[in-house]
Nanobody, 124 residues
Framework: QVQLVESGGGLVQAGGSLRLSCAAS????????MAWFRQAPGKEREFVAA????????YYADSVKGRFTISRDNAKNMMYLQMNSLKPEDTAVYYC?????????????????WGQGTQVTVSS
């Protein structure tokens, strides 16, 4: 079992930055791929970024590539999402997730554990 808690959300102006954190507790955090998703009001949840457990390869949705950076610190059981050049369309609840699966299943949202989410609001 893995418990995930997000933090770091808030209100920021367009062009600004935020850093989201995901604290994991439970066993074998380092064995899971970790990912960020987001869900805007009235929209479906969408994949944002993922990082593997073994090789630290990172993958991004096209909409955030070049602006967001995902990272993890297995020693601290933490994952992060550095978000730069934020846009109003980045406004959403952001969720962290842990998965035993491969990237194709992660991108579909088929993850094993989910956090409760943290709100990010970008004003224009």
């Amino acid at each position: 079992q893995v418990q995930l808690v997000e933090s770091g959300g808030g209100l920021v102006q367009a062009g600004g930055s935020l850093r989201l954190s995901c604290a994991a507790s439970g066993r074998t955090f380092s064995k899971y791929a970790m990912a960020w998703f987001r869900q805007a009001p009235g929209k479906e949840r969408e994949f944002v970024a993922a990082v593997t457990w073994s090789t630290n390869y990172a993958y991004y949705a096209d909409s955030v590539k070049g602006r967001f950076t995902i990272s993890r610190d297995n020693a601290k059981n933490m994952m992060y999402l550095q978000m730069n050049s934020l846009k109003p369309e980045d406004t959403a609840v952001y969720y962290c997730a842990a998965s035993n699966g491969a990237l194709p299943t992660i991108r579909k949202g088929l993850c094993d554990y989910w956090g409760q989410g943290t709100q990010v609001t970008v004003s224009s």
